[in-house]
């Protein structure tokens, strides 16, 4: 911030041949400094009758008004005098710093900034009558100059805080964000480990021959561990995909195992409700080049959901199929159908539509935004179709082919 | 060449609970089983052992030595590297490989499929 052009640098250079210019411009200066009550009165009154364009100068009072303009003035008229602009520079920034604290904007501090100078040079024009014009057109651009420096010193120190405080902001909320990741991880790691030797108890259990009701309550604490065991799930799957952790193992998959894995995973809910799964396969296999493990994860999520908008007795149809781009497992179900409003949602984390209950009966709500962030990941697509409400949705997913031949590693 | 107990497994996990029901249910499947609650029991008990087990079920997050480490030091050891190793572990697969696992396995896990895997080394 090195202030060049100013009269004071032409002054001292020419200063040899024209002595007789710092005799005047120290005339400005008195003349400013008679004057400067003067500068600071309009300058209050300016900024108050203008205070419609900046919220924040209609509400300080006078002296929150001056804060460093009258420092400003000083360092303007030392200027004059033949001083360098380095405290005109200091104070500015001081006077940046101070507004943002005072909660302007940065387009308030240039407002502010804009009427100061109006003041300043309507004061110089009466301090200048008389003066040799040529005086007194150096004297105009010097502090011209000197006011644009005022503007940029005010608004740098005011932007380089701002920054400062949004980058401490924001490593403050990446620190917490690792931190949560960091927790989730463990409590998901902590909570599947500890639901292994239930599972394991109760299988021992089942050996016993227990009575019908022994039997019954067992199959109670088996279901409610399954569930839990499945909102432990979502809530680490929660986790890597927010993270982008999953790390793909791409082989030659056969899309109707995927789906076959999905409804097998879902069996339980579907005897529930009495419904009935059609699966239109074809009879070579589609391969998809995919992780295996998460297109099974894609094909049980959209089965859960399909199960769960399926109203009892109703049938959910799967179809796999091949396309010359694509290798394409759908899946259509007879529920109420998405609305209109809800379609633009379904993929978002924990949207549940209107169909929302406890999170223990339906989980967290992130099964759709899973679905669509593996299979996006993958470089696939999936869509959504409605045929108006009430008729059920068909969800498309579309991912990348694979050779004929399947890979020896999966 | 190793011989093996045909009915064996080394079970090492540090929670206790799992290893009793666990050792119950293969016992109950005919199997004989050691048990060892971290990598460096399990060493100790594969090379006190008489007889080798016909697989390692393992364990990732252990104290003193974890199932990683464990992985390393079998893997250096002409003998121990032999022996199948099947890690059932509470965390996703990792993206770098386990070196020589046979199969890797997320808690909870299925009897039933750990029981198909096992019976694989019988």
Known sequence: MEFRRGWAFHAAKSRKSEPIMPRKTAYVADYLENHKQEILTRWRRAAKQESKESKRLAKLDDQELLDHIPAITDAMIAVWRGKDSSQVSADCARHGHQRRLDGYTVIDVMWELTIFRRVFLTVLRDASKGVEESVKVAGQETILDLLDLCTRCSVERFLEETEQERDEATAKATNLEVQRERFLGMLSHELRNQIQPILFALRRLHDTKPSDQQLRALQMIERQTRQQSFLIDELFDLNSIRFSKVQLRLTSVDLSDCVRHGVEANLSEMNAKALNVEMDFPEEPVYARVDRERMCQVATNLMSNAVKFTPNGGTIVWRVFEEPDAAVMSVRDTGAGIKEEDLAHIFEMFYQGEVASSPRKSGLGIGLTVVQNLVEMHGGTIEVHIDGESTGAEFVVRMPRAQKRKDPES | ?122
């Open chain 2, 1 to 122: 060449m190793i011989e093996t107990i045909e009915d064996a497994v080394l079970l090492v996990d540090d929670d206790e609970d799992l290893r009793e029901t666990l050792s119950e249910l293969l016992d109950a499947s005919g199997y004989a089983v050691l048990q060892a609650e971290n990598g460096q029991i399990a060493l100790d008990v594969l090379k006190t052992t008489p007889r080798f087990p016909c697989v390692v079920v393992l364990d990732l997050s252990m104290p003193v030595l974890d199932g990683r480490e464990f992985l390393r030091l079998r893997a250096s050891d002409p003998i121990l590297r032999d022996i199948p190793v099947v890690v059932v572990s509470g965390s996703n697969q990792p993206s770098e490989p386990l070196p020589g696992i046979d199969e890797y396995l997320r808690k909870p896990v299925k009897f039933e499929r750990l029981m198909e895997i096992i019976n694989h080394y019988r």
